[in-house]
């Protein structure tokens, strides 16, 4: 691996420790001051100070105690000059578990921009994973529900 695709691979680690320290700043702290972040809920917040401002209460309170475990990044690449992306797989496992169920399992695609002398991530998506199986079963329930409710 090339050194600017090592320092983005880097990224999704250090945002696991802080997690796991229960810091949003340092959650954050390779974000761009303008970066984007797409949750995983579909919650869209901008910029790096209301990404703090919101996951610091997350982190005391509900998320209190959790960690994100089993990361892996599956690929990063420099997809041109100053620009990159990185793929990244974790679960988060709340206090009294070992190991995160495979319903707390995300994927999150990362953008980062070579930017103030260093690599910034400029948007981030943070998406669930869900089996073909899982999709089925919650369309048969909420389909259920839209006849029951007809």
């Known amino acids: ?47 790096r100070q209301e990404m703090i401002a919101t996951h610091q209460p997350i982190f005391d309170t509900v998320m209190k105690g959790s960690r994100l475990a089993q990361g892996e990044v599956l690929f990063a690449e420099i997809i041109q000059p ?3 992306v990185v793929h990244h797989r ?19 695609l990362f953008v980062t921009a070579w930017q103030n002398d260093r690599w910034e991530v400029v948007a981030l998506q943070n998406s669930r994973l869900i089996s073909l199986e899982a999709a ?14 007809v």
């Open 90 to 108: 974790v679960g988060i496992a709340l206090p009294s578990e070992d190991e995160p169920p495979p319903s707390r399992r995300s994927m999150q």
């Open 136 to 149: 089925a079963a919650l369309e048969s329930i909420t389909g259920a529900r839209r006849e029951h409710d």
């Open 1 to 47: 691996m090339n050194e600017p695709t090592e320092a983005i691979s880097a990224i999704p680690a250090r945002m696991n420790e802080a997690w796991n320290r229960g810091d949003a700043t340092t959650f954050f702290a390779d974000f761009a001051e303008d970066a984007v972040f797409a949750d995983f809920e579909g919650t869209i917040y901008r910029g």
């Open 82 to 84: 100053g620009w990159g």
